[in-house]
Nanobody, 115 residues
Framework: QAHLVESGGGLVEFGGSLNLSCAAL??????????TRWYRQAPGKEREMVAQ?????????EYADFVKGRFTISRDNDKRMVYLQMNNLTPEDTAVYYC?????WGRGTQVTVSS
């Protein structure tokens, strides 16, 4: 059955960068037919959307205000991979980051930014 596997999280210093990856396995449809999103959830907070690529949107992307200009979402349709390039990280970006394709969630990858 379809599932997602995230990777690329870790510990990084203030101002550093990380590139998260999400492998979408056993999805049936053309990958462009799915909304692909990254969310995050910090301790004690609700899960929030970080970025998305809109299905059938010609690759149109949308970002939460708190990551605009720092994070970039991208997708490789042939490889069925979703990426999140995160630059200029701050401790406020510390969270578990989740990939979501259509209605399927990954298990998340921890990102910790030290001050």
């Amino acid at each position: 059955q379809a599932h997602l596997v995230e990777s690329g999280g870790g510990l990084v210093e203030f101002g550093g960068s990380l590139n998260l990856s999400c492998a979408a396995l056993q999805f049936i449809l053309d990958f462009k037919e799915y909304n692909t999103r990254w969310y995050r959830q910090a301790p004690g907070k609700e899960r929030e959307m970080v970025a998305q690529i809109v299905k059938f949107g010609g690759g149109r992307t949308e970002y939460a205000d708190f990551v605009k200009g720092r994070f970039t979402i991208s997708r490789d349709n042939d490889k069925r991979m979703v990426y999140l390039q995160m630059n200029n990280l701050t401790p406020e970006d510390t969270a578990v980051y989740y990939c979501k394709v259509s209605t399927i969630w990954g298990r998340g990858t921890q990102v910790t930014v030290s001050s």
